[in-house]
């Protein structure tokens, strides 16, 4: 094996994981707007991080969801340790009028909040008087998901609905209802 081979598979292995990247943020897309989302940006500052907005359109509870796909892992150590991503959700829900013991609520749960650490499924909530936002973080090996064969599409959308339903979960009860 010569030089040029060895090159040549570190490339491949890169424009893999790239891959795997945008064929994740396509399934993310897909499965939004299934839910009801629709894509309203979608940024890549970087070659291995992409950034997308969704807005909800008749959900009852959120309002803007982003979500940050960065890779961290890439090239020949992703074949050792697979491709690993930090996957960042932010939940958005907006309440048209705030009342006084709204803001008292909101102190509190900012308080609860101030050195929390949103990972590995633990939500963070913090205020911003009309819109209340929820963050949470992953690391997930997104070649689990992403075979070089096929899409385990199943396992990937029950995935992603257990991420929503825990944002969701944290912001119904913030969530005003009017009549």
Do not use: C
């Not at 094996?1 to 491949?12: C, N, P, S, V």
């Not at 491709?83 to 308080?111: G, H, R, W």
Request: glycine share 4%.
């Amino acid at each position: 094996m010569g030089i040029f081979d060895l090159a040549k598979k570190i490339t491949h292995s890169r424009e893999y994981t790239k891959s795997i990247d945008e064929i994740f943020v396509g399934e993310l897309i897909n499965f939004m707007y299934k839910n009801g989302a629709v894509l309203t940006e979608i940024n890549s500052p970087t070659e291995s991080s992409h950034s997308l907005t969704f807005k909800f359109v008749n959900h009852p509870v959120l309002h803007i969801l982003r979500i940050t796909v960065d890779r961290k892992i890439e090239g020949m150590a992703s074949k050792i340790l697979g491709s690993q991503s930090v996957l960042t959700f932010e939940a958005v829900i907006k309440n048209d009028l705030v009342e006084p013991n709204d803001v008292l609520v909101m102190y509190q749960t900012d308080f609860k909040n101030m050195f929390k650490i949103p990972i590995f499924g633990k939500v963070k909530i913090n205020h911003d008087l009309n819109y209340i936002i929820a963050t949470t973080t992953y690391i997930e090996d997104l070649g689990k998901y992403i075979k070089s064969d096929r899409i385990e599409k199943e396992a990937l959308r029950e995935e992603l609905e257990k991420i929503l339903n825990t944002l969701v979960k944290h912001l119904e009860p913030l969530k005003k209802k009017f009549d």
